[in-house]
């Protein structure tokens, strides 16, 4: 039998075509839905809750992209000497730990607010555009550290560097978290 008959017995419809017969799609049953049509449910926008958990990954991924780059940069070699040696290779690698550990503290006050009930959605935005917007900065400079094997695939750095960029779109984007905190603060100053 082939998956395309296996589905078609599954979801109810034609086994020659693959096509579903009954208004469903795919093998989990989902009803279709025209595009014209509403949706049964009103659209659910991000939350403190969501947009707090995507802070969390992103300080996560910061962190273990900083570890991988101290790791490398020890075994890295460059005109002869190990390339943590060089002294814009600490400025920049302190940096990097200082504004982590800045963030690890934001984001973990963030925890505690959620946790507490008093997380506001404003706060919310605040912790997810600055958490989302520091991986993408420390991925940047931890590729750029680790030079053109940076870019292999193979490396797990290269990897995190391609999966970051959703960081900031996800969830609201960056421009839409400023334009909460921005009405926000226009609100308590009275103007629009």
């Not at 599954?10 to 579903?20: A, F, N, Q, W």
């Not at 802070?55 to 570890?67: G, K």
């Not at 005109?79 to 040696?85: E, M, R």
């Amino acid at each position: 039998m082939s998956f395309r008959t296996a589905r078609a017995q599954r979801c109810g419809g034609d086994p020659e075509t693959g096509v579903s017969t009954r208004g469903r799609c795919g093998h989990l049953g989902r009803p279709h839905r025209n595009r014209a049509q509403k949706p049964s449910h009103p659209r659910r926008w991000p939350g403190p809750r969501e947009r707090k958990s995507i802070a969390v990954f992103a300080q996560c991924v910061a962190e273990t992209a900083l570890a991988w780059t101290l790791d490398y940069r020890a075994e890295r070699r460059a005109f002869g000497t190990p390339v943590g040696d060089f002294q814009h290779t600490r400025f920049l690698l302190a940096e990097l730990a200082t504004e982590i550990e800045v963030t690890r503290v934001y984001v973990d006050n963030a925890i505690t607010a959620l946790n507490d009930g008093t997380l506001t959605p404003v706060d919310a935005a605040k912790v997810k555009w600055w958490a989302g917007e520091l991986q993408t900065r420390v991925l940047d400079r931890c590729v750029q550290l680790h030079g053109g094997y940076g870019y292999m695939l193979e490396y797990p750095i290269a990897r995190a560097f391609v999966d970051a960029r959703i960081q900031t779109i996800y969830g609201g984007t960056t421009e839409a978290m400023k334009e909460i905190i921005g009405r926000d603060l226009a609100k308590r100053r009275g103007s629009r």
